[in-house]
């Protein structure tokens, strides 16, 4: 089976797997590794280069030792922008779903805020990482939050801005390890489009 559905007519990752009863559980927003967003994905320059943005945002998020939680991508990124827009994706729009690491007595450092602030804040990731960046903390005390933002982001990210069309896109687990591989995967795939 294929992870990642193809485009649909609409160039839209369509929002229930093609095939599946509206009903079904097989739908947006559909969990894959990094590895298939890099094998779906690495089609062109632009795209590849906007990936490499994205690994190395995921880097960065890493070295504040965040490596629990997921990542909901969309944005152009996500659609055939190329078929419908004549045009390549600008950026990857990225929330990511995030549980605080450990800290000695549980203190929440300074330094951590202010350095993993940035890494949710778009003026600061568009320009280095290509990212449109958005962050929310997980954890049982913020049940009722957590599940008013992830409703607003569903919603968000569910339909195509400039038509409200109905649409798909995509969970990837923070995962240090996998990332090393994606990483030499996606070089592979561009030695190969040179």
């Known amino acids: 089976m294929i992870l990642i ?26 969990v894959v590794d990094i590895i298939e967003i890099i094998s779906h994905f690495a089609t062109s320059n632009k795209r590849i280069s906007i990936l490499k943005g994205f690994l190395e945002y995921r880097y960065e998020i890493y070295q504040q030792h965040v490596t629990r939680g997921f990542q909901w991508i969309d944005g152009s990124f ?19 779903f995030f549980y605080l690491p450990e800290f000695p007595n549980n203190e929440i450092t300074s330094e951590f805020i202010q350095e993993f602030s940035k890494l949710i804040d778009t003026k600061y990731t568009k320009p280095l990482f290509q990212v449109d960046a958005y962050g929310m903390q997980l954890g049982s005390e913020f049940v009722d939050y957590t599940a008013k933002m992830l409703s607003y982001w569903y919603s968000m990210w569910s339909h195509r801005k400039s038509d409200n069309m109905w649409k798909g896109f995509l969970q990837v687990p923070l995962s240090p390890n996998e990332d090393s591989a994606a990483f030499f995967l996606l070089t592979e795939i561009e030695k190969e489009l040179v």
């Open 5 to 30: 559905p193809k485009f649909n007519s609409s160039g839209v990752i369509p929002p229930i797997r093609p095939g599946e009863l509206g009903h079904s559980n097989d739908r947006s927003p559909y």
């Open 78 to 96: 996500c659609q055939n922008v190329e078929m419908i827009e004549n045009r390549d994706p600008n950026d990857m729009d990225v929330v990511t």
